[in-house]
């Protein structure tokens, strides 16, 4: 049995498998970023993953576009990876923790998602390059810029104040 629902042929048929499974990752997060928002007790930490899902919602106009202008259709996939990075830091938001640990948690979990979508950007924008769409690898590589800021930003939070609250 394969893990792609169609036959995957040429670079092309993957890059096209590769944006939608990105746009269902990222209108996913658009959904559950809210409440690890609301869960998250730090200032800093509540505002840098508000500030994420005003830039995620951007993110996903920027698939739009480039499904627009290469006429691909981003919907009907479901990115069962996110599934369940969501479904496990939904699973960490009702842990019995204190204030600081569920932040240093949250962290982790926030962590685990921007790396998976700096390896499919990576991937997505690559492919781009290569099939000669220089827009779409443009918008694509503007949006990989974004997450690892965002995982640099998460880390430096994390070493340099969280987890000694934690301790």
Known sequence: ???????????????????????????????????????????????????????TMNQVARLEKIGKALDIDLDGETCKAMEGLVKEGQKTLSENATDEVMDAAIIAA???????EISGYGTAAHYAERLGYTEAAQLLRQTLDEEQLTDTKLNDLAKNYINQKAM
């Open 110 to 116: 926030s962590q685990r998602i921007e790396h998976y």
């Open 1 to 55: 049995m394969s893990i792609f629902s169609s036959k995957l042929e040429t670079l092309e048929d993957l890059f096209q498998h590769e944006l939608k499974d990105l746009y269902s990752a990222e209108n996913q997060l658009v959904k559950a970023l809210p409440q690890m928002a609301a869960a998250a007790k730090d200032g800093r930490l509540r505002a840098g993953i508000e500030k994420h899902l005003k830039e």
